[in-house]
């Protein structure tokens, strides 16, 4: 959705004209043949009642914060496999 704001910015359509809202997103996956594929990984063994863990998190989670969000990259397993998927 951000995304589709900034193209519809970039292409001087107004917010009035154009709203990327969920129901839109929901709509633009059905037109294109989108679908939300479930990847399995290592994510479904992380202790997520580890102390250590969980305060390692929360210091990512405030130097990521930092950041506008079209520069930061989620290089987990759905990045890695992306292109591959048909």
């Keep these: 959705m951000v995304k589709a704001k900034q193209i519809a910015a970039e292409l001087s ?14 709509g633009f ?6 679908q939300e594929i479930l990847l399995h990984g290592e994510g479904g063994e992380v202790d997520k009642n580890d ?5 390692q998190l929360e210091e990512l989670y405030n130097i990521i914060k930092e ?8 290089m987990d397993e759905t990045g890695l496999f992306y292109q591959q998927l048909p």
């Design 67 to 74: 950041y506008n969000p079209e520069q930061v990259y989620n």
């Design 29 to 34: 996956r059905a037109r294109k043949g989108f």
């Design 51 to 55: 102390p250590v863990l969980l305060a």
């Design 13 to 26: 359509i107004s917010e009035d004209n154009f709203k990327a809202s969920w129901q839109w997103l929901k």
